[in-house]
């Protein structure tokens, strides 16, 4: 079980790191037009 | 840039009466003092603007390639992004080789007509807002989900399961991700708090605020200081929990909001307003009408609005002024003649020397009579706001009076007694429970093509018992249509129709475009030498087009019947005659163009038990015609109302307990908008009465108002479920809470339980109602 104890402390530094993948989404405009991505496909360049 | 401050005419005027086109508008785009309304400089690149445009008549994405494609190869555009969903364009362009009307004109050359997007810093600012709300929202979401993970071993843990290393680690991680939900997502609710202390105003946020501090400090002590006096109990995972629960409620009520808004901005981007003005040579210049001075003389064309109050100085025309008097007819305006600002010339261009502009002109007078009126609008949103007051005040005292109670006890026990109290109280039920109800009624109502100013004016329209319609523009269009045609014997209607509409061809007036209407595309005869006489009607040489039956042309007169030179009973309706060389040969009434659906929203409303009145400023007998072909009661239709007159109406019947909504759709409606206690525009009306109507109704149908109606009402119903809801379950927990039953993490999901009830209580209003609203 003492595994755990290094676990639980990355458990902490994943969520931190999720976090600022959500943040590099957020104000990269990710959820602003999310109808864009899927038109994309259609455009020639 | 002089020569650039008024882009000279070049165009002839436009022909056949129609609006100024819209090169001409664009033009004035050109303007740099125009830019700065859609556009701005881009900050690296000298001489380069980025500018916001809408474009109508997109519905793919194939439509936002072809724009693009066509935008791109403009020389001097540098880049183009258009939002398919959005309908809005970004577009980078140099001043040095371009101007804005190239790339306009450019993009109406592919079929799509672009519109300066006057709203997109505001619609940028609230991106900004929205991003934040996301991020505070996902902050608060993730770290609530491990906090959960890390808590969910203590509940289920027997007694001695756990070493203490590992419950103090687990609490430690428990802390560390609380303080970002702390000082990041709590953040408005603290912000908020304080500044509402600050006033020494009380709101729903002082409660929250408070239960979230002292949840952490409570729980942050018990981490590490177990042996302190609040014990050793942790309260991260409620903590977490409820923040996240209360910030998806707010990110709703956000979205809701800006769904309403984002379509009641777009309303408002539009061309700007132009007029010819003379130059002291002689010749015409285009410049934005708010330039004009007075002395100023200008050239108003057929379909343009008059800038000012003047007098006409050359040219005869006829005028609508049914914006601003609800005279429905087109009135005759000579040499000499005044005109009033805001109304429309209907004729041929006359010039017009300006007398008054801005605040002196009559528009000016009747815009501040209607300011007048709306301040005296009854406001029932205080109402609720006195009633919140003493709920918070009671609140934070049954919390401080069950802590005091247990603190002899225990006081760690005694602070969460009150936290408890503090958040099960739920403030997120009780005040979401009304706008939530109310954004999605308002919702629902945008999807329907009505979309709601003030969100209060919800539940005013719930009580209303009667509508007010105005006549012209309301229940009838602006244009008229033809109603029974006499005729001489031996001559059919059909026939008389036809030749009619042969002169009527040549001329603007709304009579004779009614009767070109009504005749269809069948060109059987054609004219020679016709000439209109203003306020009289047309004369001309007619024959019949294939030459064979009638070689000889014979000269017709079609007008009033004066000018017919007939005689005919005076009745109530307008008519129009046409006349040969051998007197009278037919005579057309014509009707005021009644809505399709007029007859059946009326009864639709009357089916809700509302009584429906109608008051015009046309003449009489001209609304009593119009209210008997609706259904409306002859002792409800009356006519000749001045502002003034509707107002009082309005007042008499507010006095005797009525409450009253009105539906208007002219200016001289506006005094009368304000004062109702729920108000209607329709959306082809001026601006300004939009802006003090409660609701604006974007399309063509009636319907829309009984549907609004009725649609209130059942808010309204949602929004008693939903207090009756949140009141019924604060009352069974709070003294569960004070008698200390209730653990705060119980209160934490009792509140997020009620508030999703009432939310999903709340979004049953858009999910009924939307199929209906649609078909």
Redesign the interface.
Known sequence: MDILFLLVPLSVVLVLLILGGLWWAIYRGQFEDVEAEGQRILKDD | MADTVSAPSSQPPAPGGRPVDDRTAWSLLDDPQEWTSFSRPVPDQPSCWESNVVFEGMHC??C??TIEDAVRAVPGVQSVTV????HRGRIVWSDQAARPSDWMAAAERVGYRPLPAGDAFASERR?AE??TM??RW??AG??MM?VM??AWPAYVAEPGDM?R??DL??RW?SW??SI?VLMFSCKPFFANALRDLRQRSISMDLPVALGMIITFIVSSLGTFEPEGIFGKEVFFDSFTMFVFFLLTGRWLELRMRDRTAGALEALMNRLPDSVERRRPDGGFERVAARRIAVGDEVRVLAGEAFPGDGTVTEGATHVDESLLTGESRPLARGEGSAVIAGSHNLGAPVLVRIERTGDQTRFAQIVSLMEGASSSKPDIAQLADRMARPFLIAVLVCAAGAAAFWWGHDPGHALMVAVAVLIVTCPCALSLATPAAMLAGAGTLARGGVLVRRLHALEVLATVDTVVFDKTGTLTRDAFALGTVTTRAGCSPQQALQMAAALARRSLHPVSRALVRAAGDDVAWVTDAVQEHAGAGVQGLVRRADGAQTAEPASMRLGSARFCGVDVSPTDSLHACLADEDGWLATFELLEDLRDDAAASVKALAAQGIEVQLLSGDVAPAVARVARQVGIDQNHARGGCTPQDKLDFLRAAQARGRRVAMVGDGLNDGPVLAGAHASFAFGQSVPLTQARSDFVVLGERLKTIGDSVHLARRTMGIVRQNLIWAAAYNAVCVPLAVVGWLPAWLAGLGMAASSLFVVVNALRLSARTSDPARA
Do not use: F
């Not at chain 2, 939002?83 to 959005?86: F, M």
């Open positions: 994405a194939a936002a390639l939002g398919a969903a959005s991106r929205t991003r996301i991020w996902g902050v993730l770290c491990q993970m890390y070493s290393d590992m680690l687990l991680a560390v991700l970002p």
